[in-house]
Each structure stands twice: as structure tokens, then as C-alpha cells.
């Protein structure tokens, strides 16, 4: 049964996030008032499995998975300024069917790790900030560039050491005109579930977003 505490902080977290959305939106109108500006690129993710299996394949057992990627900055400020930097994934589930992942600046060890960092360039640790609900507790994914064109994928569970995830490398930009409409509620990630509180932070920003962009669409 949901905490009831903690229901009514995520919702009021979640309103807050939603008039920060709404807000950002009067100060620049777009029909995407976070992140608005993106590179795109076609990617793919090699994962070399785990050793210690943890009751989520797509983490345990190796694999590729052939990734459409989207890089950007939160706030669309100019290049020399401090912006939260933002790494968007999506993978095939199957056909018609998706995986979304969702990470941004922060810090890297157990406690930044889950604080949002405005950070100078995009050589910047990122990670979900927010945990997913796995077998062995709440787990969050992060990602750390190694090249212009890689980063290294890893997991932890909160508060414990990294482990690696996978090797993501950028192999083609995508053309300008390429969108996608990144969501990790209503793409979940293979094997791994948002909590409830998470969807309710998560839920009332991203149904702000969605109205902004139907809106300046007519």
C-alpha cells in the first residue's frame, strides 16, 4: 500500500515540477519548453552481462541494443554558461514497442549522484537521479562520457558502488527534422519498474510538457 507521506510529498513535488515547466515555457515560448535545443544521433549499446546476476536480464545477459540518442541542455542557455546537461536513450522493446532512459548532470558518488548539477561542458557524469524498483531494491543507471562519441553506462543500487552496464557509442547524427518524444513512464526500461512516487513527481511535469506541445502546435 503506497505511503501515504510520501504520495502527498511526490504530488507536491510534481505540481512544483509542473509550474517550473509551465514557467520556463512563458519565459521562452516553445513547444518544448525543457531541453528545447538537441543533437540526435542513431547509437548503439554493447552490454558485456553481469557477473552477479541481480533478476533483470537486460542488465544480467550480454547483448547490443541498436539506441536512438538525444543530447541537450535543460534550460537552452548559451553554450559558455552552466546548463543541465541531458542524455535521453531509447531502445527496441520489439516492433513497435520502447525503452526510455532519462539521465542528467549530477554528481557521481552516492549522495550527488541523485542531485541535479548545472554543469560547464558535456564531459559531466549524468544519471537517473530518481531510482527504478529492481529486485534487489531501488537501482539507478548513469552514464559517463569517455570520448566525443561514448560513454560508459553503469548501475547502482542507492548509496553502493557502481557497476558496469554497458558501453554506449554514437555512430551516426540523425537529421535535424528527427524528433522523438522521450518518456521513461510510458516506456519503461526492460525488467526495471518507476516506483509509484517516482511516476507521480515524474507524471504531472511531463503532462505539463506534453499540453505546452500541443499547444504551440495548434
Known sequence: MPNPVITTAADLAGRALSTITSGVAALRPSDKPLHPDGEMYAGRLIRP??????????????GEDEVTVRISRAIGL???????????????????RYGDLLLASTGWDPLTRHLLMPAWNTHWPLTTLLPYRSPIGPLVIGARPVDVRGYELCWATVGREWHPLGELTLEMPLPEETEV???????????LQQYAWVERLREQSYAAARRLRRASRG
Open 49 to 62: 552481462g553481469s557477473d552477479s546476476p541481480i533478476g533483470v536480464p537486460w542488465i544480467d545477459q550480454n
Open 78 to 96: 548559451p553554450g559558455p554558461l552552466p546548463d543541465v546537461q541531458g542524455l535521453a536513450l531509447r531502445l527496441r522493446k520489439g516492433q513497435t
Open 181 to 191: 518524444s522521450f518518456d521513461p513512464v510510458v516506456n519503461p526500461l526492460p525488467g
